[in-house]
């Protein structure tokens, strides 16, 4: 019996979830113990668990993005072993880079794209993924967008 898209896409993911919690285990991210990382691979293995046991494409998608945002905005040496093992495995996941997208339009859209630059771009400047200019130009756009959204 061939397996419907929903199976493939759901053992992709729990793939891709395994790989996670390898990543984040062999690289911690600076500043987590093992409290921090014991919470978030008790968090990924029930995503995995609701995704082999579910059969909603709209709540698979969801559970996608929130196993792969971590990797999808953070940096450092769990996240490049976490993109190099799925294309290493020729899993179906992709890593957008969301900062390149802000800075090439020169605007900030949202407020979840005003979250993801606060929270990513020092981090994104030390790890060399941006530059002096690219943060003078992020400080010039969060300011816009912080006018226009004032209370």
């Known amino acids: 019996m061939e397996k419907d898209k929903y199976s493939i896409l ?3 993911l729990a793939k891709a979830i395994d790989i996670a919690n390898e ?18 691979t008790n968090m990924q293995n029930e995503r995995k668990e609701d995704a082999l046991k579910y059969k909603n494409m709209s709540s698979l998608k969801e559970l996608i993005h929130m196993a ?8 450092g040496a769990d ?3 976490f993109w190099s093992k799925i294309k290493e495995q020729n899993l179906p996941f992709n890593r957008e ?9 020169k605007k900030i859209n949202n407020i979840g794209e005003y979250d993801f630059v606060i ?12 530059d002096e200019n690219d943060i003078v130009l992020l400080n ?5 967008f912080e006018q226009k959204h004032k209370p």
């Open 23 to 40: 990543a984040i285990q062999k690289f911690p991210p600076k500043g987590w113990n093992e409290g921090i990382i014991k919470h978030v």
């Open 68 to 75: 792969l945002t971590r990797f999808q905005e953070g940096g």
């Open 140 to 144: 010039m756009m969060i300011a816009k």
């Open 10 to 12: 759901a053992e992709q």
């Open 97 to 105: 880079n969301k900062m390149e997208k802000i800075l090439k339009r």
């Open 79 to 81: 996240v490049e072993y």
């Open 119 to 130: 929270d990513t771009m020092i981090p994104y400047k030390q790890e060399g993924f941006i």
